[in-house]
């Protein structure tokens, strides 16, 4: 079986309110996140986590607010010597805006999300206001999306797991590494998440759902089970990957350490 190393880039940030995170904690603190395409090599085909957004703000402010630099879809890729259509796979966390408007950009990619994230795109409930069909539905019309209706192996090593935290579709991936089991969460989080404070601790609780849920307590479960479930946790929106190169290979030793609680 191959080992993969996983490469974040850096296409796309958000500012808001912390609280947007961190269920119940930090709120009215301004926070801003990097929207990551995580570019997984390794095996015989070219793989990426999401593809982020196309109305990219490149800012030094926003760089200096996520500690790194933020491309462009194809900027980011170049770096790794490709193109958007190099890439064979897409694997969705969740279809929100945010994470799949470069999608069309990958010409020669097959898509693969979970049918609950379909439903909620082309159908969305009121409260959850992040999905834009645009830029879904011609692909999925084209046949070239793939509805998943449970845990799916997508090739050797990479898997796909229903964690409906965030959204009802939502998918963690987890990727074997020479680190172990490496696991990008498919909702919406920070270290934080998952390596509460002392003060959070303090009230019994091992990790902050995420701010925006489905259900809170299920939520609570989720992270949770997660976090026990992989050897290294990488949230879907953590500023401090933003200057990571490859992971396992160059994680700082601060994220070892916040590991260790």
């Given at each position: 079986m191959a080992t993969y190393k996983i490469h974040p880039i850096v296409v796309g940030t958000k500012i808001f309110d912390k609280g947007?995170?961190?269920?119940?904690?930090?709120?009215?603190k301004e926070y801003t996140i990097p929207i990551y395409s995580w570019y997984i090599e390794g095996g015989d085909k070219t793989i990426l986590v999401d593809t982020g957004l196309i109305g990219v703000i490149q800012s030094e402010d926003r760089e200096r607010s996520i500690g790194g630099k933020i491309y462009t879809f194809e900027e980011g890729l170049a770096k790794w010597g490709l193109k958007p259509s190099d890439i064979d796979i897409v694997i969705h966390t969740?279809?929100?805006?945010?994470?799949?408007?470069?999608?069309?950009?990958?010409?020669?990619?097959?898509?693969?999300?979970?049918?609950?994230?379909?439903?909620?795109?082309?159908?969305p409930h009121p409260l959850d206001f992040r999905y834009m069909a645009d830029f879904v539905q011609e692909l999925d019309e084209q046949g070239v999306m793939t509805h998943l209706d449970e845990d799916t192996e997508i090739v050797p090593g990479i898997r796909m797991i229903h964690t409906p935290a965030h959204t009802r579709g939502g998918m963690s991936v987890v990727i074997e590494t020479e680190k172990g089991l490496v696991g990008i969460s498919g909702f919406c989080t920070i270290l934080e998440n998952f390596f509460p404070p002392v003060k959070i601790k303090a009230m019994e609780m091992d990790v902050i759902p995420p701010g925006t849920l489905v259900n809170s307590y299920e939520a609570y479960d989720i992270v949770k089970?997660?976090?026990?479930?992989?050897?290294?946790?990488?949230?879907?929106?953590?500023?401090?990957?933003?200057?990571?190169?490859?992971?396992?290979?160059?994680?700082?030793?601060?994220?070892?350490?916040?590991?260790?609680?």
């Open positions: 947007m995170m961190t269920y119940q904690h930090d709120y009215g969740h279809l929100h805006n945010d994470h799949c408007e470069n999608d069309f950009k990958c010409v020669n990619a097959r898509f693969f999300s979970h049918e609950l994230e379909f439903q909620s795109c082309f159908d089970n997660f976090k026990e479930k992989v050897d290294l946790v990488l949230p879907l929106h953590e500023p401090m990957f933003s200057h990571v190169a490859t992971i396992p290979d160059d994680l700082p030793e601060e994220y070892y350490e916040i590991l260790k609680g």
